[in-house]
């Protein structure tokens, strides 16, 4: 299974980026997608997340700024942001929970959780 996450770039404050990743490769189905960043010097945190039932969830930080959503058939992840400031600088990573064949056949020497390389966000001031 492979993420491939794009969208990131350069952008002032105030603006606005789209994030998208795809997932795949053997994919059974998909239970939940969602983004993580780490900042320079921090761990990586989840930013937002949405599951199979379309619930998502986010970090306070982002809420009403940032929105999740899914495109089932595509197997993929957007994660829409606005009015972005500096301290989203970060490297965002796509993860995504996968059931592969082997794991809906109750073999789970399958990975559950997989991860995009990241995507470059600098927000300048």
């Known amino acids: 299974v492979q993420l491939q996450a794009s969208g990131g770039g350069l952008v002032q404050a105030g603006g606005s980026l789209k994030l998208s990743c795809i997932a795949s490769g053997k994919i059974f189905s998909i239970n939940s997608m969602g983004w993580y960043r780490q900042a320079p010097g921090k761990q990586r945190e989840l930013v937002a997340d949405?599951?199979?039932?379309?619930?998502?969830r986010y970090d306070d930080s982002v809420k009403d700024r940032f929105t999740i959503s899914r495109d089932r058939p595509k197997n993929a992840v957007y994660l829409e942001m606005n009015s972005l400031k500096p301290e989203d600088t970060a490297v965002y990573y796509c993860n995504a929970e996968v059931v592969t064949p082997a794991r809906a056949m109750g073999d789970l020497s399958d990975p559950s959780h997989y991860w995009g390389r990241g995507t470059l966000v600098t927000v300048s001031s």
């Open positions: 949405i599951n199979s039932g379309g619930n998502w």
